[in-house]
């Protein structure tokens, strides 16, 4: 199954830190739901500091595009994406608008030789 990894900085804000974990343990249904018919079969966040890395599996026809479009037409994950910019900001190197930023593979140990 295909796995993406991303990376994105939240705001260095202990109280905004602790709202954003909130969030996220009783995240809203309807995101859930959009997540899921993107397909995305699994997705984790982790958070070192400021830092969070998402790990992403999906479908083998998983679209990016399809995804964004998806998004874009649905007003729930607008105000959810909208919300979590308060918490969120986009690391140094990405592009304009960019939230998450999809991480390279450099390293496999099932690829190790």
Known sequence: MPR???ALDLVDDPNLI???EAYHRNGWPEIKTSII???VTNMEIYRTGTRL????EV?????FDRKEIMDAQNPKVREWE???????QAIPWAKPGEK???MNNIYSLNNFI
């Open 100 to 102: 998450w930023v999809l």
């Open 37 to 39: 018919k993107a397909g």
């Open 18 to 20: 602790a709202e954003y």
């Open 53 to 56: 890395f998402m790990i992403m």
């Open 82 to 88: 909208k919300l979590m910019w308060k918490y969120q």
């Open 4 to 6: 993406h990894c991303f």
């Open 59 to 63: 479908t083998g026809d998983f679209d």
